[in-house]
């Protein structure tokens, strides 16, 4: 089956610093690349995605890039702020089948 | 707020009681899911439903009964539950393959 990994499993970094947390997935078919993020007591939600067809995709503080050929896409956020403390999980699919990675706990020191 | 709402929040059940966890979507959405979340497996697929058919049975006790009786609700029967099935219990949406999903808050779920 599908086999979905995130690392790393914890990042700690300083308010301003950048993050990046890498996700790599076995599935040739997978064309759809989404991030999610989940805070404390709530459902995870999309915070950015991006298509087979496109190699990198920006939304102010938030990035991700897609090396379709290694199978592995990345989440960058820069500028950390408190805020962006949470869980983030990406969630690569070809199908219906939305396969989990296993999740990156990030703290933003103040 | 998502537009995908579950109830109830909390449940605490024993292992011979018989509940049901319910997911409500005003999205437009055709597609729903039920996702378990614990400490050690993060986001578990359970099943999925497409147009009210189900489509993924991703190997889960038939403790755990799925039933879609329209494209807005989505119900989890349970029965005869175990200690180590405890966990957050999230619904999704989505309005087709390779969109974004939009999660509930979830129902944490202890069985004692």
């Known amino acids: 089956g599908e086999n979905v990994e995130q690392h790393p499993s914890t990042l700690s970094v300083q308010e301003g610093d950048s993050a990046v947390i890498k996700c790599t997935y076995s599935?040739?078919?997978?064309?759809?690349f989404p991030w999610y993020k989940q805070e404390l007591g709530k459902g995870p939600q999309l915070i950015i995605d991006?298509?087979?067809?496109?190699g990198e995709k920006k939304d102010q503080r938030i990035a991700v890039t897609l090396n379709k050929t290694a199978k592995h896409f990345s989440l960058h956020i820069t500028e950390t702020q408190p805020e962006d403390s949470a869980v983030y999980f990406c969630?690569?699919?070809?199908?219906?089948?939305?396969?989990f990675g296993t999740g990156t706990r990030l703290k933003v020191l103040a | 707020e998502t537009g995908v709402t579950q109830t109830p929040r909390h449940l605490v059940m024993g292992m011979t009681n018989k509940k049901s966890l319910k997911c409500e979507q005003h999205?437009?959405?055709?597609?729903m899911y039920w996702y378990k979340q614990s400490a050690k497996k993060p986001l578990e697929l359970m099943f999925v439903?497409?147009?009210?058919?189900?489509?993924e049975n991703n190997s889960v006790p038939s403790r755990f009964s799925p039933e879609c009786p329209n494209s807005s609700h989505l119900f989890l029967h349970l029965h005869t539950l175990q200690p180590e099935d405890s966990a957050l219990y999230l619904c999704?949406?989505?309005?087709?393959?390779?969109?974004?999903?939009?999660f509930g808050q979830g129902t944490r779920l202890t069985v004692v």
């Open positions: 999704a949406s989505s309005q087709e393959r390779n969109t974004e999903a939009f």
């Open positions: 599935d040739s078919a997978s064309n759809y």
């Open positions: 991006i298509r087979s067809n496109v």
């Open positions: 969630a690569p699919s070809g199908t219906y089948k939305y396969i």
């Open positions: 999205l437009g959405h055709n597609a």
């Open positions: 439903y497409s147009l009210e058919e189900r489509v």
